[in-house]
């Protein structure tokens, strides 16, 4: 997973001490330097460093200062800074803690002890970062889950009412799945949501597409930039990739194959705040699908 070498940001006045780092973690780390706050902040924003090594005492800005900066700034405010001081005093400490500094590093440098912190902390990081993947996915299927799905919807939205821009949202859910489970067994209906949720995933044209499994037997298609034309074809294709799958299910009253039902809508966001509705409105079409016989796509153009 990790090919990349992790980007710390170096911020120091003093050249030497720029230079001391650079020795010490070259071989290991990517590194970028800033010689003031206001160049910090202008790189972090721009490299998206993993960790910022910061000093207190600089003219202008000081670290503080340069940290309150970073804290208030969407792309900066999660990167964790260790900051670089030669004395501290327990109010001194106290405050950069308070800042949101995650350590100190004391001058002049320990070589060891430079080493080891930013080892640990960006191990930490690392560990952080996929449990927060983790947290986002679905366990059985390995797709984005329901936690994910409405992340990313709001977002979408988002994003669909500012720019006056299509969206398309689909609910794809799997017909008489409980006599699916109740005569093969829930492992086969386990491996049949995996197939299921590989073949949505496979199908997808866009790396904007997205697709997470919000229920049971209960997939979400968020289809952004995208009108109704478009997303109704590709509900089809999905629609149709699942049936060929030829899987049996022979306790289903639509066909001796495996279906789903898919119930979408497309619209261009009125408001920001009514995703609910939205996903509502959805669901309606799904009912619509079931209602008219299953194994169909029923849409709404809003
Ligand atoms: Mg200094």
Redesign the pocket.
């Known amino acids: 997973m990790i090919t990349q070498k992790q980007k710390i940001l170096v911020v120091?006045?003093?050249k030497s001490?720029l230079d001391l780092i650079y020795e010490l973690l070259k071989k290991d780390y990517t590194i970028i330097f800033a010689k003031s706050g206001t160049q910090a902040v202008e790189r972090a924003i721009t490299q998206s460093p993993d960790l910022i090594l910061l000093?207190?005492?600089?003219p202008e800005i000081t670290g503080f200062d340069t940290m309150k900066i970073f804290k208030n700034n969407e792309r900066t405010k999660d990167i964790p800074v260790i900051f670089l001081t030669e004395t501290l005093d327990n109010v001194t400490e106290e405050q950069g803690l308070l800042l949101g500094a995650v350590d100190y590093i004391f001058k002049p440098f320990n070589a060891a002890v430079v080493k080891i912190k930013i080892h640990n902390h960006l191990q930490l990081l690392n560990k952080m970062k996929i449990l927060e993947k983790i947290a986002l996915l679905d366990g059985l299927t390995e797709i984005p889950n329901r936690r994910s799905f409405s992340e990313r919807y709001n977002l979408e939205i988002n994003r669909a009412f500012r720019n006056k821009s299509p969206i398309s949202l689909a609910i794809i859910d799997i017909d008489s799945f409980k006599q699916y489970n109740d005569n093969y067994g829930h492992f086969m209906g386990d491996v049949v949501l995996k197939m299921i949720a590989s073949t949505i995933k496979t199908n997808l044209k866009r790396a904007t597409d997205f697709t997470a499994r919000i229920g049971g037997e209960e997939f979400a298609l968020l289809l952004p930039d995208t009108a109704s034309d478009g997303a109704i074809q590709l509900a089809q294709e999905i629609r149709l990739a699942i049936y060929a799958l030829h899987i049996e299910h022979s306790y289903s009253k639509v066909s001796n194959n495996l279906t789903v039902s898919i119930g979408g809508i497309s619209f261009i966001p009125t408001s920001k705040n009514q995703s609910d509705e939205y996903f509502k409105l959805s669901d309606l079409q799904l009912y619509e699908a079931k209602n008219k016989g299953k194994n169909q796509v029923s849409w709404k153009n809003l």
Not at 55 to 58: L, N, Q, S, V
């Open positions: 120091d006045d003093e001490n000093d207190i005492h600089m």
